[in-house]
């Protein structure tokens, strides 16, 4: 079974930073894309960040580009979000994704179970 744990999410102000992992079971990464997105209660999940499995390209949502990088470390199953300059409107539960790199929800086929990011202002 394929698992993805999130972690790293938690309260910051406005101008923060925070850096989320997502773990990984077994062999469930590093032949594949991850992505992460984001969900706010009443909103679709919107697509933040997405690498490729062997990070040649990665891919950003307009509304985070150079603020907020993703990475990974294959050899950890490990990958992450670094949030920088973080803003109010960032405030989601951030989930971790398993798929083909797009940003479309239907492309990933295993998802972690969420981090909370509370953004202050």
């Known amino acids: 079974q394929v698992q993805l744990v999130e972690s790293g999410g938690g309260l910051v102000q406005a101008g923060d930073s925070l850096r989320l992992s997502c773990a990984g079971s077994g062999r469930t990464f590093s032949p594949y894309g991850m992505g992460w997105f984001r969900q706010t209660p009443g909103k679709e999940r919107e697509f933040v960040a997405a690498?490729?499995?062997?990070?040649?390209?990665?891919y950003y949502a307009d509304s985070v580009k150079g603020r907020f990088t993703i990475s990974r470390d294959n050899a950890k199953n490990t990958v992450y979000l670094q949030m920088n300059s973080l803003k109010p409107e960032d405030t989601a539960v951030y989930y971790c994704?398993?798929?083909?790199?797009?940003?479309?929800?239907?492309?990933?086929?295993?998802w972690g179970q969420g981090t909370q990011v509370t953004v202050s202002s």
């Open positions: 690498i490729t499995s062997r990070s040649s390209y990665t």
């Open positions: 994704a398993r798929g083909a790199v797009s940003g479309r929800v239907a492309d990933y086929d295993y």
